[in-house]
T-cell receptor, first 109, second 116 residues
């Protein structure tokens, strides 16, 4: 079956760095997305990885290892506005996104 | 830029009544999707449409129907609502992944539905 595993909740301090891990099992693979979702709002796109390695985009970076079924999202210089849920979503062989339940990130001053 | 618009934003509905959630996009995207999001669960796909005139069933299609008469609109209908359909519903669109695009989804703001 298809399965996504990511921590339910994480806490970090403003200005620090946090890494959110995601492991996945899908039927086929066509890349992996990370989305950010603030409470009561719609998810918004953060990153897309289809090849192994690190993709950097400002304060956010995303890593993929296809052989390990593993990805992480790295957030640097944390700000209070980064408090949100982070959704890991690999795309299967039918180009459908398989969604994890998300990791709720709490930033403390 | 409007992007993708859903209506209503929220609704309280009596069990057994019918309801249509509206979704319109102005990005000329081929693919559209309806998801429901419940606390502690990931987004679950209800129905999708890869192009106008075609629809398909997702992970949790029972109790829901959709139509795709044109590119822009993708309404979701609950024929006879039940309390388990209480959820937040998100409509989304994307340029079809098979075209070589990365399949990024653009979401509407969501419709919060409560069935009593």
């Amino acid at each position: 079956g298809q399965n996504i595993d990511q921590p339910t909740e994480m806490t970090a301090t403003e200005g620090a760095i946090v890494q959110i891990n995601c492991t996945y099992q899908t039927s086929g693979f066509n890349g992996l997305f990370w989305y950010q979702q603030h409470a009561g709002e719609a998810p918004t796109f953060l990153s897309y990885n289809v090849l192994d390695g690190l993709e950097e985009k400002g304060r956010f970076s995303s890593f993929l290892s296809r052989s390990k079924g593993y990805s992480y999202l790295l957030l640097k210089e944390l700000q209070m506005k980064d408090s949100a849920s982070y959704l890991c979503a690999p795309m299967d062989s039918n180009y459908q996104l398989i969604w994890g339940a998300g990791t709720k990130l709490i930033i403390k001053p | 830029t409007a992007g993708i618009t859903q209506a209503p934003t929220s609704q309280i509905l009596a069990a057994g009544r019918s309801m249509t959630l509206r979704c319109t996009q102005d990005m000329r995207h081929n693919a559209m999707y309806w998801y429901r999001q419940d606390l502690g669960l990931g987004l679950r796909l209800i129905h999708y449409s890869n192009t106008a005139g075609t629809t398909g069933k997702g992970e949790v299609p029972d109790g829901y129907s959709v139509s795709r008469a044109n590119t822009d609109d993708f309404p979701l209908t609950l024929a006879s609502a039940v309390p388990s359909q209480t959820s937040v519903y998100f409509c989304a669109s994307s340029d079809t992944a098979e075209r070589g695009d990365n399949g990024e989804l653009f979401f509407g703001e969501g419709s919060r539905l409560t069935v009593l």
